[in-house]
């Protein structure tokens, strides 16, 4: 991705319920941003991967906010990309109610839109994320969604998304099963949904051994296209 100056930090939004919580912002310091988007964590936390990506996307131009959505049970709760991380990600996650999560989510698309209530939004979600995004598109006012490697799609193909929506899954997630794709594939044929060969779950972190350079690259080359053409056209 290009590289513009950008400032990024960490601060606190409120959801409708009063419940605080972490985000991570990142914007370009000059020039008014393309849109705003919404980066949603894997299940591993708030982690500098997902700092680096909100970085990355504000450098091409977009306001971002990356919620920690763990707060509700866990204030700084972040793991190591390892068996241990995992393990405990995991029993936070068995603990996250995801309505609320998606009312952390919808807080961030409030502050996105402060100034600008008809403002375009995307989101962009990786593996828990990757789910959030989609069920942020079935629920919530946004205009555009990547889910990347999200692991309960296919059990929540109803209500339809209100917005477009692209979707990137490897062929070899140990979490997704061709079943799964099948799916979604027959619930939303006209959904893009990109397979990815020889890719693993996680196979766009870069911090993660499941990590497939090639599959990243390309599933980055149609992600920002998607976005591109759904959210600067507003």
């Not at 889910?147 to 059990?155: D, L, S």
């Not at 692209?166 to 939303?188: C, K, M, P, R, W």
Request: one cysteine or more; hydrophobic letters at 40%.
């Amino acid at each position: 991705m290009p590289s513009n100056p950008i400032l990024s930090a960490t601060a606190q939004l409120t959801s409708a319920d009063g419940h605080s919580f972490d985000v991570f912002e990142a914007v370009q310091k000059t020039g008014k941003p393309k849109a705003g988007l919404i980066v949603v964590q894997e299940v591993f936390g708030l982690t500098d991967y997902i700092r680096n990506v909100s970085e990355q996307l504000a450098h091409v131009g977009y306001q971002v906010i990356a919620p920690a959505l763990f707060d509700r049970v866990q204030p700084e709760a972040i793991f190591p990309y390892d068996e241990d991380g995992l393990k405990k990600g995991m029993e936070i996650y068995a603990q996250l109610d995801q309505k609320k999560a998606l009312e952390d989510i919808e807080a961030c698309i409030n502050a996105l839109r402060h100034e600008n209530p008809e403002r375009p939004i995307g989101i962009i979600g990786f593996c828990l994320g990757g789910s959030l995004a989609w069920k942020a598109a079935q629920s919530l006012k946004v205009d555009a969604s990547v889910a990347w490697y999200g692991g309960e799609i296919a059990q929540n193909t109803s209500p339809e998304p209100r917005c477009p929506v692209q979707l990137h899954f490897g062929d070899n997630d140990a979490y997704v099963s061709e079943a799964d794709l099948d799916t979604i594939l027959d619930a939303y044929p006209d959904i893009p949904l990109y397979i990815y060969k020889n890719a693993e779950h996680g196979f766009g972190c870069t911090d993660r051994a499941s990590f497939n350079a090639e599959a990243s690259e390309l599933a980055w080359e149609r992600t920002l296209a998607f976005f591109s053409e759904k959210l600067e056209a507003h």
